[in-house]
């Protein structure tokens, strides 16, 4: 809050964000809304320290509600629109919220009292919540994904988000007043929060898109002389295609800024050449906050240097060591704050000495470069060997006719545990296996193929295994055998 008013005191007249509806908003526009959300929040009832979930696609009344409710003192906690209602009402008791606020278009998916989105303001605003604005004090809850378990709620506090907007601040130069950014992420998520608070904070103008196609997303960065975007991989592969398809150049884009889920080097290169911009992969984590843990920076987005596989070298203020199977663990200044009422799960997720256990496993090479080798749980141990799925799945996923694959463990009776992949593609299971034995150790290949349309995925492009796995374990006390 406060360096929005300090951007409205400097740059009132700036844009600070668009969408695709029409909605735009003037830095002192922005602030003015903020204010008169924040007094109806207060007039229905809304209350200082009350969580408060926020339900609705990308748009200026999501950011809007946003910091009106942190202007009123409350705690926002935004919520993914595509789950299902019964997933809803999971999350909504999680929080323990009495209300949602919400747009027209995702009321109906809840049961708990609604207030709107946006509206006729209401209200005088409030006095201003001076202890919720400090510093170390939760901004926002943000829920994890659930790829590979229940959703937990995490704090993410203030200066979380203005350290992160400070090293992004340090890296990217253009990153100043008056600097064209565009995003499609869900600002519900992660990534899209950084992406906010960055573009914002910074005295950039955002213009928001509620729905991603490529062709859209293209006929935004040229029509706006977009400088800066922040994307997933899957949405770079299909801007890339699409730029390449339309055979236009981007003269204007600066920066693509991409991370959240892993992207193959071919795909990576194939993109740099196409966009013809700088590229930087950020390596995070909902539960470290918007700061990244690693970064691999521009320079080392040139082919040659054969780093395109890595996740970079540490950020700003973080220990990264490697613990039991290579697990990453991190510590920072600004550490993860723990689950939001859940301390036997903040509990497994520190260690005694308080590093925070990733879930991913990792190896450092010999220049402090840190390359993500698979998630911890996506580790095969079969027959006494350990296989890690994304090397299998980096394989099978050069093969003819593959477009996409997920490796996982299922029970096996003599060996603990079998590698099986499913597939979206064409081809036969014979081939393919026969593709990974001239390629692979006997032990890594799988023993079993199946062939699907496509791979589930979550909001931000995450391949979710656990549906994948859950039939061939339903009715174990384990998920290892």
């Not at 903040?346 to 190896?363: C, E, K, V």
Request: proline share 7%.
């Amino acid at each position: 809050m406060h360096v929005l008013e300090w951007r409205a005191a400097v740059t009132p007249d700036a844009v600070a964000l668009s969408d695709q509806r029409g909605g735009s908003l003037t830095y002192a526009g922005l602030v003015a809304a903020v204010e008169r959300r924040a007094g109806g929040f207060t007039a229905a009832g809304v209350a200082p320290g009350e969580v408060v979930p926020l339900l609705a696609h990308n748009s200026v009344d999501w950011v809007v509600a946003l910091f009106g409710l942190v202007r009123a003192g409350a705690l926002p906690a935004p919520l993914n629109w595509r789950l299902s209602p019964p997933e809803l009402a999971a999350l909504v008791a999680l929080t323990g919220a009495r209300r949602v606020v919400a747009d027209d278009a995702c009321a109906p998916s809840l049961t708990t009292a609604v207030l709107p989105l946006a509206g006729e303001p209401y209200g005088e605003a409030p006095e201003r919540p001076v202890e919720r604005l400090r510093g170390p004090e939760p901004c926002l809850l943000l829920h994890t994904s659930g790829t590979t378990g229940r959703a937990k709620l995490v704090p993410i506090s203030h200066e979380m988000l203005v350290a992160a907007i400070l090293f992004m601040k340090l890296e990217v130069p253009e990153a100043a007043p008056g600097a064209r950014h565009l995003s499609a992420l869900p600002l519900f998520h992660a990534a899209g929060v950084a992406n906010l608070a960055y573009s914002l904070l910074t005295g950039g103008n955002l213009h928001v898109m509620s729905a991603f196609t490529p062709a859209t997303f293209v006929d935004e960065l040229i029509g706006r002389r977009i400088q800066l975007t922040q994307l997933v991989p899957t949405l770079i592969n299909a801007v890339e295609a699409e730029v390449r398809a339309r055979e236009v150049t981007l003269p204007d884009l600066v920066e693509v800024v991409y991370g959240a889920s892993p992207i193959h080097p071919d795909a990576l290169a194939r993109a740099v050449r196409t966009l013809g911009c700088r590229f930087r992969q950020n390596y995070a984590s909902t539960e470290t906050g918007p700061l990244p843990i690693t970064t691999l920076g521009p320079a080392d987005h040139d082919p040659a240097r054969g780093r395109l596989a890595s996740a970079g070298r540490p950020s700003l203020g973080w220990e990264v060591r490697l613990g039991e199977f290579g697990e990453i663990q991190v510590r920072g200044a600004i550490s993860f704050p723990g689950y939001w009422g859940d301390e036997a799960a903040t509990g497994a997720a520190l260690t005694p000495d308080g590093f925070y256990r990733t879930g991913d496993i990792g190896a450092f090479d010999a220049d402090g470069y840190l390359t993500i080798v698979d998630r911890l749980k996506d580790m095969i141990v079969t027959g006494g060997e350990n296989v890690y799925a994304a090397e299998v799945e980096a394989i099978l996923s050069r093969a003819p006719g593959v477009r996409e694959v997920a490796v996982f463990g299922v029970p096996h009776e003599t060996w603990g545990e079998s590698v099986h992949a499913v597939v979206a593609g064409e081809g036969s299971a014979e081939d393919l296996v026969a593709w990974a034995k001239v390629r692979l150790a006997g032990y890594k290949c799988p023993t079993a193929i199946t062939f699907v349309d496509a791979l589930p995925r979550n909001a931000t492009g995450k391949v979710l295994k656990e549906p994948l796995r859950e039939p061939y374990w339903t009715g174990r006390a384990r998920r290892v055998s």
